[in-house]
């Protein structure tokens, strides 16, 4: 559908800015879960593993955010605040769990 409204190179960026986004919150998770909350990961290795290496990855996904296109980061940005006004209003401000999608198996 998104064809019908932007040209390729436009779809190409939002689907970067996407995966830049998603890739980012996949490293800060994993720091965020086995360093912050499961206390038992601060050895060593655990500090290599769950900390250092996903900072790597956070560092080079940084590279590539600050080489993303001007348009890619308004409208992925922007796109970005549209949802996360909607999910505050569907929430009301975080009082009330979100709704979950449920898949039912269609029995043939």
Known sequence: MSALFFDLVTAT???NFGAL???TFVNLSVISHFIIREKKHR???GCIQYLIMPL???IAIGILW???EASSLIMGTSWFIIG???LLYITKAFRKAPPQYQVEEIQL
Do not use: D, P, V
Request: glycine residues 6%; contains cysteine; positive net charge.
């Open 66 to 68: 600050i080489n993303l």
């Open 43 to 45: 050895t060593i290795k």
């Open 13 to 15: 960026s939002l689907i």
């Open 56 to 58: 790597i990855g956070a």
């Open 21 to 23: 986004m998603a890739f």
């Open 84 to 86: 996360f006004c909607y």
